[in-house]
């Protein structure tokens, strides 16, 4: 494929069939057909745990520094070929679908105490390597349609081992100098809704969730794509 049309097929709808079945797709912004849509198993808002965003298991999670964790789909099946297309297939259009999804999703009374929308950021390795951010995507689109205003809070700078090498308080420590946050005079007293795409064991929001209160953030709400 030659630049040009790399470019045109990352920011217009280019997937028209349906990633499960192979049949059109009646709205293009996602890549499922109505009927393969129905598979994805969307979670209930009154059925999850609220520390983790999965359904609720009773148990003890991490994030006790978030309000509410929540996520749309656990991620699999075709909600995971999906984000994947998203995020490794540079189909930033795909932007719209899961902004459009997520407006749906989350619900009016939590919304309305959002004061910023933020997003934890790719590093600069993973933005030069994948071409665009895509919780910043998410961000934008999101903030477009919620009129709540969207910012740039947080860097992050992934110098850290591998963790599965590390005990506890080692896996903690490896996590200095990783986020750092920017744009501070602007979320000092402010209840942030932050953006991932998948929340896999929660260190990251958590570890982005202090960082912003430690800069005066009063209150941290956290939303994923999958988790
Ligand atoms: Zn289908
Ligand atoms: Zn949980």
Redesign the pocket.
Known sequence: MILKDKLFSAFFPSITVCIGCKTKVEDISLPLCNSCHKEVDYYNLETI?Y????V??G?K?PAPNIGKVMALAPYRGYWKEALNLFKFKNNRYLAEGFSKKAVSFLPNHIMEDIDLITFVPVTAQGLKERGFDQSYLLAKKLSKKTNIPYINSLVKNDTRSPQRFLDRRERFKNWDGVITVVNKDKIKGKKLLILDDVYTTGSTLFHCANALKGAGAIEITAFTLAN
């Open positions: 745990c520390r983790c965003g999965r609720y298991h148990g999670c």
